[in-house]
């Protein structure tokens, strides 16, 4: 569908363009907020590409002095079809896509399905990483710190899931191309389907906006498979090994990626702070970029540091005592 079908439009991205990594494979990007700020990777969600972000990610990132720049993983968008062997493998395409943006240091971050991979450049890249922010994001589902998780299901089908990606990426795809007229209203229904605590959040007509025109520009949908089976297997690193200062936002109504897997990511990196969002469900990280990119700047400046397990209550206090009761969670 094209933008000017839907009003608002969504946020317009100042640059875009491919970068080169290993064995010739392109990654899409595009860039949003402030074209001179300081550098936010940010990794879509599962589906996503690289026009998913948060509305009004442009004036805040102006506000902020922060350039956001989207990196699309492979097999969606305008991303060579690739299936990594591992998370780490991510990371090494982030330092090189880095190294032809011209980026020295930068903060990352990710929403639900990009939550991992934001762990995992976190962790292989502790010198380039300044900060990182998860939204929502999965817990590991095998091995230490495992959350149980309907990523497990891809565990036992890893044989099956597999060589299903291609053909049910070009089906999903079929798909998308069939009901592109008939946009706002499939995604009103999936919006309702979702529940009460997203609802609010993803029928504003602008993440509305920015939705459909993500996902319909986003090609031959091969990647979400490539990260189910991802999430399905042992990341290859362990979280608690990451060095740097990790952002955690998480709904405490996300039936998605429920409040747990949220809990154990902070309780397993030894510098996180978790920031709950009361009423909030799996997409509500969408309604605060405002308080991402600004505590983003903080930590970046060094304004704001993040040690040992912080809590931030609903009143913005910071504290690194845990509430009654959260000790039990394991």
Not at 214 to 222: E, Y
């Amino acid at each position: 569908m094209a933008p000017s079908q839907l009003d608002p439009h969504p946020d317009p991205h100042h640059d875009e363009g491919t970068v080169t990594v290993s064995d010739g494979r392109r990654l899409g990007w595009a860039a949003y907020g402030d074209p001179d700020g300081d550098p936010v990777l940010w990794f879509h969600g599962t589906p996503g590409g690289r026009y998913q972000v948060p509305v009004g990610v442009n004036p805040t990132g102006r506000s902020t002095g922060l350039r956001v720049i989207t990196l699309e993983r492979p097999g969606t968008g305008n991303s060579t079809n690739y299936a990594y062997r591992s998370l780490k493998q991510f990371a090494r395409d982030v330092n090189a896509a880095a190294d032809q943006l011209g980026l020295d240091k930068f903060a990352v971050a990710g929403l639900s399905g990009g939550g991992p991979y934001t762990l995992a450049v976190a962790h292989e890249l502790p010198d380039r990483v300044v900060t990182s922010a998860v939204l929502g994001g999965l817990a590991p589902s095998i091995g230490r710190g495992a959350v149980f998780s309907y990523t497990q299901i891809t565990t036992a089908g890893q044989a099956l899931l597999s060589p299903m990606r291609r053909a049910f990426g070009s089906m999903m795809r079929f798909g998308l191309d069939g009901v592109a007229a008939q946009a706002p209203a499939v995604y009103s229904a999936y919006a309702k389907i979702n529940g009460r605590a997203d609802l609010e959040v993803m029928m504003r007509p602008d993440v509305m906006a920015m939705f459909i025109h993500d996902i319909t520009q986003a090609g031959p949908l091969r990647a979400p498979f490539h990260d189910l089976t991802l999430f399905g297997r042992p990341w290859g690193f362990d979280p608690g090994n990451i060095a740097g200062q990790v952002l955690i936002w998480h709904g405490d109504a996300d039936h998605i990626v429920p409040l747990i897997h949220g809990r154990r990511l902070a309780k397993s990196v030894p510098n996180s702070r978790l920031m709950l969002m009361p009423g909030k469900g799996h997409f509500g990280g969408f309604s605060e970029v405002g308080d991402v990119l600004t505590t983003i700047r903080g930590v970046w400046d060094g304004s704001d540091r993040v040690t040992g397990h912080q809590r931030r209550d609903s009143e913005g206090n910071i504290t690194n005592r845990r509430p009654v009761g959260e000790e039990a969670v394991q």
